[in-house]
T-cell receptor, first 112, second 111 residues
Framework: DGGITQSPKYLFRKEGQNVTLSCEQN?????MYWYRQDPGQGLRLIYY???????QKGDIAEGYSVSREKKESFPLTVTSAQKNPTAFYLC???????????FGDGTRLSIL | QKEVEQDPGPLSVPEGAIVSLNCTYS??????FMWYRQYSRKGPELLMY????GNKEDGRFTAQVDKSSKYISLFIRDSQPSDSATYLC???????????FGKGTKLTVNP
């Protein structure tokens, strides 16, 4: 079955630690996205990538980094510079411009 | 004014009711409109995708776009307890790689 796989489902971070969230898709989509979802805030775009080896900052990129070395994979690193990382993180992909995005089932990140 | 406004609810209806969910927007360049359903602790799932104005029906769901009023709606007929979820609207303009989302409306359908 085609889809987007995010792992892990739950992740805990200690103070000062970087953590990496995995996102893999087998839909052969060119574009991939990372969002953060907080209660009452809706979805906020962190980073997106239209093509391998290229990515752009979204609305709230500070404290996050990404890479896009393969079409199927778009990992997100939450760095120690992100002071309020507790949130639900969603990865999405789409065929391209104007097209709907398809989402994974998210990773919930909490601080120890 | 926010680009997309969506009443967060919560909205509570009895089983079998017709549900109306709505979003308003300010950017007249938006042409592509989507509705997503999100269950608790899950990712959003695409329900409807429409282009420009008009209606689109899929089973118990109807999406309506009124570009002159900058207003979109999702109607759910014969609502079921399994429809209980948060519903997000999203939209984009031609050539854009980004979607703009509403904050979501939480719906509960009571048996």
């Amino acid at each position: 079955d085609g889809g987007i796989t995010q792992s892990p489902k739950y992740l805990f971070r200690k103070e000062g630690q970087n953590v990496t969230l995995s996102c893999e898709q087998n839909l052969n989509h060119d574009a991939m996205y990372w969002y953060r979802q907080d209660p009452g805030q809706g979805l906020r775009l962190i980073y997106y990538s239209q093509i391998v080896n290229d990515f752009q900052k979204g609305d709230i990129a500070e404290g996050y980094s990404v890479s896009r070395e393969k079409k199927e994979s778009f990992p997100l690193t939450v760095t120690s510079a992100q002071k309020n990382p507790t949130a639900f993180y969603l990865c999405a992909s789409s065929i391209g411009h104007n097209q709907p995005q398809h989402f994974g089932d998210g990773t919930r990140l909490s601080i120890l | 004014q926010k680009e997309v406004e969506q009443d967060p609810g919560p909205l509570s209806v009895p089983e079998g009711a017709i549900v109306s969910l709505n979003c308003t927007y300010s950017n007249s360049a938006f042409q592509y409109f989507m509705w997503y359903r999100q269950y608790s602790r899950k990712g959003p799932e695409l329900l409807m995708y429409t282009y420009s104005s008009g209606n689109k029906e899929d089973g118990r769901f109807t999406a309506q776009v009124d570009k002159s009023s900058k207003y979109i709606s999702l109607f759910i007929r014969d609502s079921q307890p399994s429809d209980s979820a948060t519903y997000l609207c999203a939209m984009t303009q031609g050539g854009s790689e980004k979607l703009v989302f509403g904050k979501g409306t939480k719906l509960t359908v009571n048996p």
